[in-house]
């Protein structure tokens, strides 16, 4: 499966915006699919997670009750909402794609071996 992320762009402190994730070459069903993000000078972190088959969904402690991610099946499709954003949400957002699992795994970046490439969120205070 391919990735391509995108959705990113320039939103003030407070702000909202919406990412998306479209695979491409086969479908998510079998998959879990997750976002992480890169600040600069840090290492990329677990955002969230779905799983495909049944919707269950894990996410970071920084972003719990701000971000929510979803799916399309129709549309194969991951969305991540971000609401309430702040200048330490900014960093590039990336999705990734694992053979589902267990939910004790779905922030695990070293479970994912397909990655989309990245796409640039920037939150201005």
Known sequence: VQLQASGGGLVQ???S???SCAASGRTFSSY???WFRQAP???REF???IRWSDGQTRYGD???GRFTISRDKPKN???LQMNSLNPEDTAVYYCAAKSAGI???MANIKTYVTWGQGTLVTVSS
């Open 103 to 105: 939910m004790s795994t």
């Open 62 to 64: 920084s972003v719990k």
């Open 41 to 43: 000078g840090k290492e």
């Open 17 to 19: 915006l919406r990412l």
């Open 13 to 15: 402190a407070g702000g």
């Open 77 to 79: 499709t991951v969305f």
């Open 32 to 34: 879990t699919v997750g």
């Open 47 to 49: 955002v969230a997670a």
